[in-house]
């Protein structure tokens, strides 16, 4: 569950330097929770991912170091990604999805481009948690990012 955890709330670094809105449905509480913030990918080992809305909390991963700071409760947590190899690998794909680097991708997924989509199916470990994710494009731009998880949970996740 923690992991899931982590894999939500890193989600949005596929908008380098962008706002975004991220909408969550959780399929058991029958609940939708929309989150509002803002992502920097510093460079190719280092991001900053700031929630404002309604939760105050800033992921910050350097290399294999990953800072989550709960700003709301004062709280700080530090995590080391070596030792994480399902987080470790998520940036890796998180970061391939930013770059569009869709070789990359192909190690974890299986890929359908369509007019202005893409779709993506888990192929490895990840497939036990996630169904599919849908990446919409304006020109080349990433518009939306939709995820669908195993238990019917979803993530939306849109630029302004």
């Known amino acids: 569950m923690r992991i899931l955890f982590y894999l939500i709330l890193l989600t949005v670094s596929i908008f380098a330097k962008n706002n975004f809105t991220e909408k969550r449905y959780f399929y058991t509480l029958d609940k939708t ?10 460079n ?3 991001m900053v991912v700031s929630y404002v809305s309604p ?18 409760e004062k709280k700080t947590q530090v995590v080391d990604l070596s030792k994480r190899m ?5 940036f890796s794909f998180m970061r391939a999805i930013n770059k569009k680097d869709f070789e990359t991708l192909k190690t974890y ?4 481009k369509n007019d202005f ?8 470990k990840i497939k036990k948690v996630i169904e599919k994710m849908d990446i919409v494009m304006q020109g080349d731009n990433i518009r ?5 998880f195993k238990n019917r949970d979803t993530i939306e996740i849109t630029i302004p």
Do not use: A, C, H, R
């Open 86 to 90: 399902d987080m470790n690998m998520y």
């Open 109 to 112: 997924f299986d890929i359908v």
């Open 44 to 46: 190719d080992s280092s």
């Open 144 to 148: 939306k990012m939709m995820i669908y």
């Open 55 to 72: 939760i105050n909390k800033k992921l910050i991963q350097n290399g294999n170091k990953l800072t989550i700071e709960d700003l709301d």
């Open 33 to 42: 929770t929309i989150f509002k913030g803002s992502v920097d990918i510093v």
């Open 117 to 124: 989509s893409y779709s993506l199916s888990p192929k490895s």
